[in-house]
Structure formats: structure tokens, C-alpha cells
């Protein structure tokens, strides 16, 4: 709702988290999308999501393909130890 000021986007991002963890406990693959916020008058308007609401997120939600080439793919990591300093 556009009513709600700013700060309650961290409490939609903590529901959210929460909501991709059960689904993943549920055997369901989820995505979230930050990007659809670039075409909420589209999304708005195909979805009938009244002019006083604001679309915050997405989330892609579905039974993952396993055997996809696209879920094989693995960037390069550095190495901890040269990215982190841990203190005792």
C-alpha cells in the first residue's frame, strides 16, 4: 500500500525471506524479482492492481528443472580467505 512509509520494505524483505525458505522446504524453486518494479504500470495495469498499491516485488515460483543447462552453470568464486578477515 502506498500509504506505508519507506521502512516497511525491510519488513516485506523479512516476510519474504521467510516465504522462499518454506516454499524451498516445500520442494518449490522460487525467484525473487526486484526488476519488475522498472515496469509496474505494466504489471499494474495487466494484473487490475489498483493506482493507491505498489508492486515491491515479484516472485517466480515453480518446480525447478534439474537437468536445465541454465541450473549448471557456475561463475568463479574468490577464495574466503582473500575476500574476508575474521577477528577473534
Do not use: H
Not at 519474504?16 to 518494479?37: D, E, F, M, N, R
Amino acid at each position: 500500500d502506498k500509504l506505508f512509509p519507506a521502512i516497511r520494505y525491510l519488513d516485506v524483505g523479512l516476510a519474504v525471506s521467510y516465504l522462499l525458505l518454506a516454499a524451498q522446504a516445500k520442494g518449490l524453486a522460487t525467484c525473487p524479482i526486484g526488476l519488475i518494479t522498472a515496469y509496474n504500470d505494466d504489471v499494474s495495469r495487466m494484473l487490475s492492481i489498483s493506482e493507491d498499491k505498489e508492486i515491491l516485488l515479484g516472485i517466480a515460483l515453480g518446480y525447478a528443472d534439474e537437468n536445465s543447462p541454465v541450473n549448471a552453470f557456475r561463475t568463479g568464486r574468490a577464495d574466503l580467505k582473500e575476500i574476508v578477515t575474521w577477528y577473534e
